[in-house]
């Protein structure tokens, strides 16, 4: 197939599809900016890659993969995980822990499962989300939650009986 007969199919695929594209990059990422980031990023690479996937008749899929794909590297990244210090508590700080609590808090942590220890860390100590911890760790969000749920009974008995 000669170049701008390819050209000519890929712009007509993505006149065809582009909305319901929109709409899954919007569900992915949970923003439309972002969304609209994330499907210029898949449809650079489906046009990459258009000489060899047409021929296959899954375009649609192919681009989807991409966008999940692009999705979770995003969400990786460093600068993602930054919050404006608008988003910031801007009251008084917290009063203390002594440092025997924090200690048997630590000496507690240590007693931990390596997992739960980790997921127990990142979502209650740094305050990251369910899916933030899920993608930092690469594990599934139900995985983060049960960790969480054992590790913090774990550590709530552990504490009781010191």
Known sequence: MRRAEREAAFTDF???RQGHLRRVAYA???D???GEDLLQTALTKLYV???RIEHEGNEEAYVRRIMVRANIDESRRPWRRERSSEDLA???AAEGTSYEDRSALFEALQELPEM????VVLRHWLGLSVRETAAELGIGEGT???HSHRGLSALEGTLARR
């Open 144 to 146: 983060v939650k049960s």
């Open 49 to 51: 890659a258009w000489p």
């Open 32 to 34: 439309w900016h972002r």
């Open 116 to 119: 739960q220890r980790k997921v």
């Open 90 to 92: 801007d009251g008084p």
């Open 14 to 16: 993505v006149a065809a």
């Open 28 to 30: 992915l990422t949970g």
